[in-house]
């Protein structure tokens, strides 16, 4: 559930509530009965890792020619025969 924050405009009481996304907001000062305003900071918001979208949303392929094709894929060679145990 998020955490909401307001400050009353009478009293200048502030306070934190968790409410749920369906809650109406709080309208009234639970110390002085005034008009309550919702209180909006910033987020702190961290993307970690080894390349966020620039890994994730690019073809994974970094040269600057697309025309030249990739090389043909090799054929295994094939096994050499076993030589019984004496």
Do not use: H
Request: hydrophobic fraction near 25%.
């Amino acid at each position: 559930m998020p955490t909401y924050s307001y400050r009353c405009t009478e009293c200048d009481n502030a306070f934190d509530i968790q409410q749920s996304f369906s809650d109406n907001s709080l309208t009234e000062c639970p110390v002085c009965g005034g008009k309550l305003r919702k209180v909006f900071s910033a987020v702190g918001v961290t993307f970690t890792g080894s390349g966020f979208y620039r890994n994730d949303s690019r073809p994974a392929s970094t040269s600057s020619s697309s025309s030249t094709p990739a090389p043909a894929a090799s054929t295994p060679a094939p096994a050499a025969p076993s030589t019984p145990a004496t």
